[in-house]
C-alpha cells in the first residue's frame, strides 16, 4: 500500500522558516518524481515545487522562486520542503506527491499519489 506522510508544518512568524518533509512507503521512491502543492482556505491547489522525471532539475512557483528549496534522500525515502522568509500568503495546507510519468510538472492530474497534507500558517 503507498503512503506519503507530510510532517513539519505548523505556526510560525512572517519571516520565518520551517521544513517540511514526506515520507514515502509502499513504491519505489527513486522512481517518484516528487512535488509539492499547496491549497490556501477557498483556494484551488496549486504547484509550489517539484524535481524532474529524470536527473535532479527542479522547478518552483514564481511565488515561492528563492524562498523555498526542495530536496530529497532517496536512501531514506523522504523529500523535503525548505521554506525561508515566509509570507502570510504562503499561508495552507501543503501536499507531497509522487509522479511516475513525463506529464506536466505543475499539474495534479500527472500525480498519482498524494498524502494527507500538513497545514502550515504564517502570522503577520
Known amino acids: 500500500q503507498v503512503q506519503l506522510a507530510e510532517s513539519g508544518g505548523g505556526l510560525v512568524q512572517a519571516g520565518g522558516s520551517l521544513r517540511l518533509s514526506c515520507a514515502a512507503s509502499g513504491l519505489t521512491f527513486s522512481n517518484c518524481a516528487m512535488g509539492w502543492f499547496r491549497r490556501a482556505a477557498g483556494k484551488e491547489r496549486e504547484f509550489v515545487a517539484a524535481?524532474?522525471?529524470?536527473?535532479?532539475?527542479?522547478y518552483y512557483a514564481d511565488s515561492v522562486k528563492g524562498r523555498f528549496t526542495i530536496s530529497r534522500d532517496n536512501a531514506k525515502e523522504l523529500v523535503y520542503l525548505q521554506m525561508n522568509s515566509l509570507k502570510p500568503e504562503d499561508t495552507g495546507a501543503y501536499y507531497c506527491?509522487?509522479?511516475?510519468?513525463?506529464?506536466?510538472?505543475?499539474?495534479?492530474?500527472?500525480?498519482?499519489?498524494w498524502g494527507q497534507g500538513t497545514q502550515v500558517t504564517v502570522s503577520s
Open positions: 506527491a509522487c509522479r511516475l510519468n513525463s506529464g506536466r510538472y505543475y499539474y495534479q492530474g500527472s500525480y498519482a499519489y
Open positions: 524535481f524532474s522525471l529524470r536527473g535532479p532539475s527542479t
